[in-house]
């Protein structure tokens, strides 16, 4: 972290009732990315994703209503189905728009009581 995005770190956690090998896919096909990806009401015409590091995806978004916009960014690591690193930008970017670096880590939870899990 260096002084321009000291305070700019934002992290969430989330669970989700699926192994770590099924969301890796689903955010790393564009068959499975252009089902789900956006807010409600987007729709993603177009995916193209090289899966690799140092590989590039863009994805083209529409809005319920407005022009299609894109966004796109490179893989910088990538641990199946385990973790994700990659950058963030939106295309057309506004000047006060940055590079965003998302780093995904996925992890099995053990089975909760009772059976679940």
């Known amino acids: 972290m260096n002084a321009e995005t000291a305070g700019l770190?934002?992290?969430l956690e989330c669970t989700?009732?699926?192994p770590p090998e099924e969301i890796f896919r689903m955010l790393t096909e564009p068959s499975e990315l252009v089902q789900w990806w956006g807010p409600h009401g987007f729709t993603?015409?177009?995916?193209?994703?090289?899966?690799?590091e140092g590989g590039r995806y863009r994805f083209r978004m529409a809005p319920p209503e407005g022009e299609p916009f894109h966004l796109s960014g490179e893989f910088l690591e990538i641990d199946p189905p385990f973790r994700l690193?990659?950058?963030?930008?939106?295309?057309e970017p506004t000047p006060d728009d940055r590079d965003t670096v998302v780093d995904l880590s996925l992890q099995k939870l053990q089975a909760l009581a009772g059976g679940r899990g």
């Open 85 to 91: 690193v990659y950058t963030f930008r939106w295309e």
């Open 16 to 18: 989700l009732p699926a």
């Open 44 to 52: 993603i015409p177009s995916a193209e994703l090289n899966l690799a």
């Open 9 to 11: 770190v934002l992290n």
